[in-house]
């Protein structure tokens, strides 16, 4: 069965940079788009980025950009998602959740979620 | 982009039906059959429920329902059951390999 499975949580100070994995099993890891979703404590989920898994390529919010770096590892059908210059509003649950297959789907066709990993909690604090 | 438009609340009884409503622009759901509808339980991941404006995932049932007219999209959850309680959240493409979300409605069954 397809599951993401996800580091575990992480504390850190304002200014650093967090990296969180999320492993992909069950499916064949280069043949769908991964993408990522944060939720702030309380609040709805934002969109942050995509990555083919296949060539690495990505895409990212306007928000994002400059600070939030996506690579994959196809030989552990890992992707991991750097934060950087992280703030206090940056606290959240960081999800990786499975979108449209490459090839198959087409633009907004690809931004749909059919799974989703358990999420990783992000807390920064001084 | 801005976050698409949910109201904070719904409610029905069990057995009724019970719509939420999902407000873009001409730039997101006004432009494209690209909505999605999210089930979320509390401290538990999204759930798929429908994509693209109103296609049902296979293990969805088909008292959930979605539709749009112009920039609103709607999610219909029809015989509602206690364990329909949950967060809802569309979402929409935007373009330019753009995705975004709506705020989020609290459903309650009453």
């Known amino acids: 069965q397809v599951q993401l499975v996800q580091s575990g949580a992480e504390v850190k100070k304002p200014g650093a940079s967090v990296k969180v994995s999320c492993k992909a099993s069950?499916?064949?890891?280069?043949?769908?788009?991964l993408h990522w979703v944060r939720q702030a404590p309380g609040q709805g989920l934002e969109w942050m980025v995509r990555?083919?898994?296949?060539?690495?390529?990505?895409s990212y919010a306007q928000k994002f950009q400059g600070r939030v770096t996506v690579t994959r590892d196809p030989s552990t059908s890992t992707v991991y998602m750097e934060l950087s210059s992280l703030r206090s509003d940056d606290t959240a649950v960081y999800y990786c959740?499975?979108?449209?297959?490459?090839?198959?789907?087409?633009?907004?066709?690809?931004?749909?979620?059919?799974?989703w990993s358990q999420g990783t909690l992000v807390t920064v604090s001084s | 982009q801005s976050a698409l438009t949910q109201p904070p609340s719904a409610s029905g009884s069990p057995g009724q039906s019970v719509t939420i409503s999902c407000t873009g622009t001409s730039s997101d759901v006004g432009n494209y059959n690209y909505v999605s509808w999210y089930q979320q339980h509390p401290g538990k991941a999204p759930k798929l429920m429908i994509y693209?404006?109103?296609k049902r995932p296979s293990g969805v049932p088909d008292r959930f329902s979605g539709s749009k007219s112009g920039n609103t999209a709607s999610l219909t959850v029809s015989g509602l059951q206690a364990e329909d309680e949950a967060d809802y959240y569309c979402?929409?493409?935007?373009?330019?390999?753009?995705?975004?979300f709506g705020g989020g409605t609290k459903l309650t069954v009453l």
């Open positions: 959740a499975r979108g449209g297959a490459l090839g198959y789907c087409s633009g907004g066709g690809c931004f749909s979620f059919d799974y």
């Open positions: 069950g499916y064949s890891f280069t043949s769908y788009y």
């Open positions: 990555i083919n898994p296949s060539g690495g390529s990505s």
């Open positions: 693209e404006v109103n």
């Open positions: 979402s929409s493409y935007a373009g330019s390999n753009n995705l975004v």
